[in-house]
């Protein structure tokens, strides 16, 4: 399965946060923008990297008035850690079984590496940007910011 492109209708998901809280998609697409990133793994240098770049735009994404949430096939035990280790003020969500990585097209590649795929959702739903790199962590979150900017400022 690809993934959704600009203007494909999201796909919904209901999967457990860090604390053990079920969160469904919808209902926090329905409060306003959501920047859903798809990532490899935990405590990884490539995620954390990441995840530190989200966290330290997050406050520029909450005065956006848009959520950001990670998915990871890790546990919510890991997800804890994680958010705690490095201070993680959004959501991460766990996948441990895949269904939401499959929905959204989320592959593992060479059977170990699976994809970083960044994607903006407006408050109906509707997938506004897709962004994908193994590399380059930092154009996850300008190129969501500016996509996010823009639908706050109702382009």
Known sequence: M???????TAHDFTLPDQDGNLVTLSALWAKGPVVLYFYPKDETAGC???ACSFRDSFEVFRDAGASVVG?????VASHKSFAAHHRLPFTLLADVAGTAHEAWGIQKRFGFLTDR????IDPKGIVRHTFDSQLRMGKHIDESLAVVKK???GA
């Open 71 to 75: 998915v990871s096939r890790d546990s």
């Open 117 to 120: 795929v960044t994607f903006v």
């Open 2 to 8: 690809a993934w959704p492109k600009a203007g494909d």
């Open 48 to 50: 954390t990297a990441e």
């Open 151 to 153: 639908l706050a400022a």
